[in-house]
């Protein structure tokens, strides 16, 4: 059976459990503010290159939560990749397919990829994006990761470190909901996913901004044995 047509990892989770209330709202007003109050992504273009970089030229690549597509949807494009990036954000999507016009763009929720007839693809980017979800869907949303990517596949995937489960907090003049995990569990998390983590790095990180916190982002590159 291949991975397109195993049960997908959301068929027996809960949707009515899934709340998404004020998340892309929030998103929608900060627009092109979001690159001014995090200009440095030191860490996400380290990781992004190394997943454009070990991809061969022309590989599918899905970015989840893509934001304004900078800089990794266009790190991917500029190097031949073949991009989709996907954002619950409308505005987030307008802005990203103005920045990246090589790439494709759509608003869609990452509960309904599986179910949207997209096939597999040859690398994974979600940086930041899983955090957005609560803790009992982020190893469902992993294992659905792992079902869109073909054997061999790469991952490169960012989360904050932190110890919180769907914990609203100022963001932007906005309030959004996050979750986060110590780095420890982070990994057991992806290796139970039947994720094989390649290489790890901590990166310390301090927003522009007086709302929004330092923090420490975790990168994990990974594989799909």
């Known amino acids: 059976m291949s991975s397109t047509d195993a049960p997908g990892a959301y068929e ?9 209330g004020g998340q892309a709202e929030a998103f929608d007003a900060i627009g092109d503010r979001y690159d001014e109050a ?7 273009l380290v990781s992004g290159g190394w997943l454009a970089g070990s991809l061969p030229e022309g590989s599918r690549v899905l970015d989840i939560g893509c934001g304004t597509g900078l800089p990794t949807a266009r790190q991917l494009a500029e190097a031949g990749h073949s991009v989709l ?11 990203a397919s103005a920045e990246v016009p090589q790439a494709e763009f759509r608003v869609m929720d990452l509960a309904d990829l599986e179910s949207a007839g997209l096939g597999t693809f040859d690398g994974v980017a979600a940086f930041f994006s899983l955090l957005m979800l609560p803790k009992d869907e982020i190893p469902v949303a992993l294992r659905m990761v792992h079902g869109l990517l073909r054997p061999g596949g790469l991952l490169a995937l960012s989360m904050v470190e932190a110890d919180v489960d769907d914990c609203t907090i100022p ?4 309030s959004i909901r996050v979750s986060g995990y110590l780095r420890e569990e ?7 996913a039947g994720l094989e983590v390649e290489t790890e790095d901590a990166y310390s990180f301090a927003p522009a901004t ?16």
């Not at 027996?12 to 998404?20: A, P």
């Open 171 to 174: 963001f932007l003049g906005n």
């Open 210 to 225: 007086s709302d929004v916190a330092p923090e420490i982002q975790l990168f994990l590159n990974c594989r799909r044995p």
């Open 38 to 44: 995090f200009p440095h992504k030191e860490g996400q």
């Open 186 to 192: 982070l990994r057991a998390l992806v290796e139970e």
């Open 85 to 95: 990036g996907v954002d619950l954000s409308d505005e987030m999507v307008r802005i």
């Open 12 to 20: 027996s989770y809960d949707r009515s459990r899934i709340d998404r």
